[in-house]
């Protein structure tokens, strides 16, 4: 029986279509299907999704709850809420919502207040849940603020660049934060589709790097595989990279100086995404003072270079 291959988490099969594994966005091309009601985490969902959904579903939380609480002051009959008289139903209930945003967030204007036993533990129970609700809500909004992330800019493609005597694969990396990162670790994989067998499947080879890990990374980085007779990509052309379907798979790690705790990125490039015959442009040079000044959108810039080998 075959050896199996590699396989970093990602699965060797190969059904005929194949999409990137890793998105732009750094995460990866898997929807899941089948999950139950018990593997809803909503701390984790409330971390994770964006800030604008964040900041709907908090209002709309808002807005449910109060209504809710003035349906129940209104179902009490709105004359136990004294100054909430109005001449007309909706305005009736407008100000109970009102007593009830007050009274939920404990701000208390006074100008409307409860009459009776029953008004009153209505409003007892609505300022506890308000207490509990803001606690919760406070908790998510620090942990969403607080939460270390790594901010690492890739370059828009690889470049297949002059490298001594041979040619390399290379990408660029920047920190577009003010953050310090520190030990930064890049790791990267060759996903290619080939015959293993009598099938199809997706293969997987770490790529050897110039240097794998730098300790400080103020400026950009450079990430250099040498093509040469070690390498998976040794005489490969454009079109062998089309026909195995190539994707390059990234996995930085570094040292969040402010947060201290380590922090993640993932990227990945396509066969069609790979620039042949380039080099990228300096993104940063020394002023007359001596300063370093480092231009974060020009991590991306190239040039044309020539090549030691033909480019097919």
Do not use: C
């Not at 807005?63 to 209104?74: D, K, L, M, R, S």
């Not at 009153?120 to 129970?125: D, S």
């Amino acid at each position: 029986m075959e050896k199996p291959t590699f396989d970093p988490g990602l699965t060797q099969q190969y059904t005929g279509v194949l999409k990137r594994a890793i998105n732009k966005d750094g995460q990866f091309n898997v929807r899941r299907e089948g999950v139950t009601w018990r593997d809803f985490h909503p701390y984790l969902f409330l971390i994770n999704i964006p800030w604008p959904l964040f900041a709907a579903l908090v209002m709309a939380a808002f807005i449910i709850v109060n209504t809710a609480f003035a349906g129940v002051y209104a179902a009490i009959g709105i004359e136990h809420l004294k100054g909430a008289e109005a001449p007309t139903t909706a305005l009736r209930f407008l100000n109970a919502f009102f007593f009830s945003a007050h009274t939920l967030t404990t701000v208390g204007y006074g100008n409307i207040w409860p009459s009776g036993p029953l008004a009153n533990t209505v409003a007892a129970l609505e300022a506890l849940t308000g207490l509990m609700g803001f606690a919760i809500a406070t908790g998510l909004l620090f942990g969403r603020f607080s939460r270390p992330s790594a901010r690492i800019g890739f370059s828009r493609t690889m470049v297949i660049a002059p490298y001594g005597d041979v040619t390399s694969l290379q990408f660029r990396v920047v920190n577009r934060r003010s953050n310090n990162l520190i030990d930064l670790e890049a790791r990267v994989l060759l996903m290619t589709v080939e015959l293993i067998g009598e099938r199809l499947q997706r293969r997987y080879m770490q790529l050897d790097l110039e240097r794998n890990q730098v300790l400080f990374f103020p400026l950009t980085w450079t990430v250099v595989h040498p093509i040469d007779e070690k390498s998976p990509l040794f005489g490969k052309t454009y079109q062998d990279l089309e026909r195995l379907q190539a994707e390059v798979m990234i996995m930085m790690k570094g040292f969040d100086d402010t947060f201290g705790q380590t922090v993640q990125a993932r990227f990945s490039y396509r066969y069609d995404e790979i620039a042949w015959g380039a080099k990228f442009s300096p993104a940063f040079e020394i002023e007359k003072n001596g300063d370093l000044r480092v231009e974060v959108n020009r991590v991306g810039s190239i040039e044309p270079a020539q090549l030691a080998q033909p480019v097919h």
